[in-house]
T-cell receptor, first 110, second 113 residues
């Protein structure tokens, strides 16, 4: 069974204080690893897809990286508008569904 | 207007009542999903549909049923609601091909007393 574990559960940052979120996974053949952002009262919003170890994707202050066992979401010089819950999900080869982690809630204080 | 619309957004009901949550989309996607979100547990798949004639159970389908009335509409029913079905429910769509890029609605918060 696919498993996704995200840490920490919550992260409080000062504006400009860079940090990283971790997503550890076990899957029988990785088809893709996905990062989503969820704002309070909203549905998750797609950020990135990573397919193979060593791959990196960037969007504004966010950069996602992937190894064979985990993915990191780096937040560089965060701003208050980066406050959200970040969800990680994996999809196995020959499978349709995503298995989601419980998320990391990031709060950035001005 | 939102691409994926869920109704109602909030609902409080009593144990034993039948509840329907509705989802409609304007993205033209074939694939539609119903997820449940609980604190600390992440999103869990209830049912999914790859086209109008295709309905499949997800990992937590017991106590739920669905109907795909059209390409754009996918409804989730709780035949006899119970308190542990209190949760935030999300509908999502995906273009064909298992891209993993899901488009979510804004959620339906259900409370069963």
């Amino acid at each position: 069974e696919d498993q996704v574990t995200q840490s920490p559960e919550a992260l409080r940052l000062q504006e400009g204080e860079s940090s990283s979120l971790n997503c550890s996974y076990t899957v029988s053949g990785l088809r893709g690893l996905f990062w989503y952002r969820q704002d309070p009262g909203k549905g998750p919003e797609f950020l990135f897809t990573l397919y193979s170890a060593g791959e990196e994707k960037e969007k504004e202050r966010l950069k996602a990286t992937l190894t064979k066992k985990e993915s990191f979401l780096h937040i560089t010089a965060p701003k208050p508008e980066d406050s959200a819950t970040y969800l990680c999900a994996v999809q196995a080869n020959n499978d349709y569904k995503l298995s989601f982690g419980a998320g990391t809630t990031v709060t950035v204080r001005a | 207007d939102a691409d994926v619309t869920q109704t109602p957004r909030n609902r409080i009901t009593k144990t034993g009542k039948r509840i329907m949550l509705e989802c409609s989309q304007t993205k033209g996607h074939d694939r539609m999903y119903w997820y449940r979100q609980d604190p600390g547990l992440g999103l869990r798949l209830i049912y999914y549909s790859f086209d109008v004639k295709d309905i499949n159970k997800g990992e937590i389908s017991d106590g739920y049923s669905v109907s795909r009335q059209a390409q754009a509409k996918f409804s989730l029913s709780l035949e006899s609601a119970i308190p542990n079905q209190t949760a935030l429910y999300f509908c999502a769509t995906e273009t064909s091909g298992s891209t993993g890029e899901l488009f979510f609605g804004e959620g339906s918060r259900l409370t069963v007393l």
